[in-house]
Structures are given as structure tokens and as C-alpha cells.
């Protein structure tokens, strides 16, 4: 038997649970744990792993976006056991709940981060090779542009495409569409970087802000 029916409250447990477990500011609390103080008062003000990078510890960033995809990972597949049935929509459900938890945490006054290794997670946890192909995507246009942004873009864009190529699910299906919104969430919250982008001035790794 499920652990709750998926059809309302249930539908709105599903979200909160992952909507909790997404606003988990992991950026915020390893820095003030490290001693660094508050993340939002350093460089963008973002609580995301590439500002955690601009505190010089690389250790700490790439923590940050390794608990910040794992959060993304971990709601979906914990959202699967809780409701076996409606599998698919209720994995939906989750991936849309756990990234605007991320983005948008009542704890932050609903200033969060990007969503960029929260969204990743939940493609991993949708389908493997979309998240690989999604991660690879991002890693290598970074370490060409040196630009975060810039591999954000290309990663997101690429992923509505992926998933129903990749996967049994048709593109008006749930987790096609969950993944078209995430896509689209991802791109509007980078939105005054592509304008920088565009104009040739968005900020490099290495470069003060």
C-alpha cells in the first residue's frame, strides 16, 4: 500500500515534503559552519556553489553543489518509495517542489539559489544518462568558458530534449513537463546573466565581481 494516496492532501504532502527538503540552504550553512559568516553578504549574495567558490575554498563549493544535487536526487527517490503508485506523476510532483524549495526558501525569505545542481539531481534521479549527459554538458562548457552561466544554459536547454528521447515517457507526460518547468525556471532565474552573457560581460572564475 502507498504510504498516502497521491490525489489531494496527498498531492500537496508530496510537495512539501520535497519543497523542505529543497530549501536546505547547504550553501549558507557550510559557510558559517567554516567560519566564513554569511554567503549572502559575499560576491552575487547567492547561497549557491559557484559564490561559495568566490570564498577562495574550493572544497566548500564543490560540497555545496554535491549536497545541493544530492537534495534534488534524494527528494525524487524518496517521493518514489512513499508513493509507489502514480509513480511518474508523483516523481513529478517532487522534482517541482524540491527546486523551488531550493530557489525560493521560506527560511531565506524566499531568496534562494539558481537550482542548476538541484535541477541536475532530479534528471539524475529521472533518468541516469540524462543526468550524465546533463553534468558533462555543464562541466565541460564551464571548463571551456570558465563561465558557470554559460554551462547552466546549455545543460537546461539540452535537458527537454533528452528526456523524452532518453526515456519511455511521452513529451506531454509528467516527467517531460516537470522537466520542460524546471528548464524554464533555470533559465529565468539566470536571466540577467544571459543579458551579461550577451554583452560580453558576465563574470569568468578568477574574476571579481
Same mark, same amino acid.
Given at each position: !500500500? ?29 559557510? +558559517? ?31 555545496? !553543489? ?24 508523483? !516523481? ?18 524566499? +531568496? ?50 533528452? !528526456? ?46
Amino acid at each position: !500500500m502507498p504510504f498516502f494516496s497521491l490525489y489531494p492532501p496527498g498531492a500537496a504532502i508530496i510537495i512539501l515534503i520535497a519543497y523542505l527538503i529543497g530549501s536546505i540552504p547547504f550553501g549558507l550553512i557550510l559557510t +558559517r559552519l567554516s567560519g566564513l559568516g554569511d554567503i549572502r553578504h559575499i560576491g552575487s549574495g547567492n547561497i549557491g556553489a559557484t559564490n561559495v567558490l568566490r570564498t577562495g575554498k574550493k572544497g566548500l563549493a564543490i560540497a555545496t !553543489m554535491l549536497l545541493d544535487a544530492l537534495k534534488g536526487f534524494l527528494a525524487v527517490i524518496l517521493i518514489r518509495v512513499l508513493c509507489p503508485t502514480h509513480t511518474e506523476l508523483s !516523481m513529478a510532483l517532487a522534482a517541482i517542489g524540491v527546486v523551488m524549495g531550493h530557489c525560493f526558501p521560506i527560511w531565506l525569505k524566499f +531568496r534562494g539559489g539558481k537550482g542548476v545542481a538541484t535541477g541536475i539531481g532530479i534528471f539524475w534521479a529521472f533518468c541516469w544518462p540524462v543526468g550524465l549527459i546533463c553534468t558533462f554538458v555543464w562541466a565541460y562548457t564551464v571548463k571551456l568558458s570558465r563561465i558557470s552561466s554559460a554551462g547552466a544554459f546549455l545543460a537546461f536547454l539540452i535537458a527537454p530534449f533528452l !528526456m523524452p528521447a532518453l526515456t519511455t515517457h511521452p513529451v506531454a507526460s509528467p516527467i517531460p513537463v516537470a522537466t520542460d518547468m524546471i528548464a524554464i525556471l533555470i533559465w529565468l532565474r539566470h536571466y540577467g546573466n544571459l543579458v551579461r552573457l550577451v554583452q560580453g560581460k558576465e563574470n569568468r572564475f578568477g574574476q571579481k565581481n
